[in-house]
């Protein structure tokens, strides 16, 4: 929104976001659901709010797990060498039973950092800042509370707001595998997934996108790394596994933004 409202000359002072994470049930899986409130400061019309309101729903993180923007292809790689597509799932595939790691209900908390925008020699904007991000969530034992800096900054000093998404969903398949696939363990050398973003446009190309209410799709390469052969760890099996999977769920289906309001103060 920072990109949006420095292109559309928008008096944009501060910015704060607000999610709740709330799980939810879906059929063979847990899956989790948002409501988001974002709160804006600044002497901002009724139109430009509703133009930094569109520019919220669909900054691309949002896409990807709100409107299903990564077109996902999946690669199956056995230690053996062995290479397979595993894209498209079976239709007729059956989900693996077991027990998966469940989504938590938390809070996320993202405070805008006004004075971290970097400008060119003649005064235009060329990064939009980072922001802190506060996450608390209840464990087994206590509540949990851990912070995270991320947004567009120079190379090196915060991660972007997709790697940080796209490390959480490597995780989550991580996860979800060495549960359900009997010959790999959590944290075996034989269990790997390595994902492959295509370019889709640059900066400017996705604030465009926003402004305009557009879907940017992105192609990505999903490729997973297995232990043992096709015969000992089947393609089908893997693609059940996957099939399982909270946040793979999230991003083929989007659908995560339960409810969404905007304030301006």
Partial sequence: MVGVAYRGNISLDDIKVEF???????????GFGVRELVTLKGSISESERVRLERASNFC???Q???????QIEDEVVWSSGDVA?????????????????SISAGTVSGQYLLDTKEYD??????????AKVSVR????????RWLVLG????????????PLAHGAWAASTVSTLSRLLPQVTEGSDGL???????????????????????VGYRKVLRRITVPGTPSTTPLTVVQAALQRDPLSIAYRDGGVLLHHEMVVE
């Fill in 85 to 101: 597509s595993a894209s498209p799932y079976p239709e007729s595939l059956e989900p693996l039973e077991g027990d998966i790691p």
């Fill in 137 to 144: 969530y209840q464990n087994l034992t206590r509540p949990s």
């Fill in 20 to 30: 709740e994470v709330v799980p939810t049930e879906i059929p063979n899986s847990i």
């Fill in 60 to 62: 691309p993180v949002g």
């Fill in 192 to 214: 790997l997934v390595e994902l492959f973003i295509a370019a889709a446009g640059g900066v400017g190309q996705s604030q465009a996108n926003a402004a305009e209410g557009v």
């Fill in 121 to 130: 020699g003649s005064g235009g904007m060329v990064r939009e800042g980072e």
């Fill in 64 to 70: 990807a797990l709100n409107k299903g923007s990564m």
């Fill in 151 to 162: 947004g567009h900054s120079s190379e090196g000093m915060a991660p972007g707001p997709f």
